[in-house]
């Protein structure tokens, strides 16, 4: 029963902080800023009064994940994911006129991203959806948290390369809309959601 509480503590902590962080991130920073400003994406955070908020968020992601042990292939790909997100943290994005030595952290950062993420999606794709029930035999509500699980998958995986290719579009496009916040935003908190779900927040069997 104890072992059971820590698996549902930890999937419900790291759902929590991921879902909430590209809220909190905007929303701190317009507190402490007195103006409501979008930047050009979550990672750029970094550089300002929510730095410490950004890190401690992604650390703590981490070491839930490196903690978390369910069977193999779960704790495989989480413990690689918590040290992605760990990198992604330690390693900043680029600054505003970047020094050559800053540049290369700033393409490890994106690196250990989209590893992070990646890795988010094959959880809710592969092993969130997996059962030893027949497909026949699962409640509603185990059906209902894999559509969940693959729509969560399948979305981080689509902001991810979107997250990527927005690199190529025009810096008018950028300034106006900040195309990399959205894809990052939406990437973070579907990988939270799923974790919350998996959490047995939401859809729970009876």
Request: a positive charge; aromatic letters at 16%.
């Amino acid at each position: 029963m104890e072992l059971a509480v820590s698996y549902l503590f930890l999937r419900r902590a790291i759902g929590l902080i991921g879902s909430l962080l590209p809220i909190v991130l905007p929303l701190g920073y317009s507190i402490s800023t007195g103006k409501w400003q979008l930047l050009e994406s979550v990672s750029s955070y970094y550089y300002t009064d929510m730095r410490n908020v950004f890190v401690g968020s992604l650390c703590s992601i981490g070491v839930f994940l490196i903690c978390y042990r369910y069977e193999h292939w779960d704790d495989v790909i989480t413990t690689l994911a918590g040290a992605f997100a760990t990198a992604v943290a330690f390693f900043p994005t680029l600054p505003p006129n970047a020094s050559s030595l800053a540049r290369v952290v700033g393409v490890l950062h994106d690196v250990f991203a989209v590893c992070f993420f990646v890795a988010m999606a094959l959880m809710s794709l592969l092993l969130f959806t997996r059962s030893n029930v027949p497909p026949t035999q699962r409640t509603p509500a185990k059906n209902t948290r894999n559509l969940v699980y693959r729509i969560c998958g399948w979305l981080i995986l689509l902001f991810t390369v979107l997250a990527v290719l927005t690199a190529f579009s025009p810096r008018s496009f950028t300034d106006a809309v900040h195309p990399l916040f959205w894809c990052e935003a939406i990437a973070t908190f579907a990988f939270g959601f799923a974790w919350w779900v998996k959490g047995q927040t939401l859809w729970r069997d009876m």
